[in-house]
T-cell receptor, first 113, second 112 residues
Framework: SQQGEEDPQALSIQEGENATMNCSYK?????LQWYRQNSGRGLVHLIL?????REKHSGRLRVTLDTSKKSSSLLITASRAADTASYFC?????????????FGAGTRLAVHP | NAGVTQTPKFRVLKTGQSMTLLCAQD?????MYWYRQDPGMGLRLIHY???????AKGEVPDGYNVSRLKKQNFLLGLESAAPSQTSVYFC???????????FGPGTRLTVL
């Protein structure tokens, strides 16, 4: 069963705008990760936030985590056409389980020049 | 350093045929995973391995078998393909103690 659910399913913005994607999950987690998938390609790891962290930055990416609401958000600032991709959140359950990530269904982001 | 590679990239099967998907990684990773990706459903774990000679079932293992005879290779087999197995298959690997999984480019499988 899916743990993470992304919202919105699809997002269309203009270059230079910010893009915010949200992820909700159901059970306690060890960490939450965001991955990016360009069309027809494999997933690429973007950023990880641990359960005891509330915010993390990496370049134009900002991730927040609210464990009380079981939710996370990914913010991409000053978006570029090259950011067009699908973005997935993946949770590592708090019980461990051989590091089996549970992926959400993803948000499709389209950035228009 | 090729990372994670998958062969073949594309394949069309008829119902009942069998095939093996090969995943290879050159990062000396202990953990390897097989996922399938279907439209609107994200990735679902089929089988995984925590080391050479070990395999375990994931979320959707039925209809698939795996083997990890060598540390660098993880094979996914379909004994008797069904149209419900039409999907894109991704392999991933991860080092011991690490958090990040590294993905291959995927295999697009169509079962007619």
């Amino acid at each position: 069963s899916q743990q993470g659910e992304e919202d919105p399913q699809a997002l269309s913005i203009q270059e230079g705008e910010n893009a915010t994607m949200n992820c909700s999950y159901k059970t306690s987690i060890n960490n939450l990760q965001w991955y990016r998938q360009n069309s027809g390609r494999g997933l690429v790891h973007l950023i990880l936030i641990r359960s005891n962290e509330r915010e993390k930055h990496s370049g134009r990416l900002r991730v927040t985590l609210d464990t009380s609401k079981k939710s996370s958000s990914l913010l991409i600032t000053a978006s570029r056409a090259a950011d067009t991709a699908s973005y997935f959140c993946a949770t590592l359950p708090g019980s461990g389980g051989y590091n089996k990530l549970i992926f959400g269904a993803g948000t499709r982001l389209a950035v228009h020049p | 350093n090729a990372g994670v590679t998958q062969t073949p990239k594309f394949r069309v099967l008829k119902t009942g045929q069998s095939m093996t998907l090969l995943c290879a990684q050159d990062m000396n990773h202990e953990y390897m995973y097989w996922y399938r990706q279907d439209p609107g459903m994200g990735l679902r774990l089929i089988h995984y391995s925590v080391g050479e000679g070990t395999t375990a079932k994931g979320e959707v293992p039925d209809g698939y078998n795996v083997s990890r005879l060598k540390k660098q290779n993880f094979l996914l087999g379909l004994e008797s393909a069904a149209p419900s197995q039409t999907s894109v298959y991704f392999c991933a690997s991860k080092g011991q103690g690490a958090d990040t999984q590294y993905f291959g480019p995927g295999t697009r499988l169509t079962v007619l």
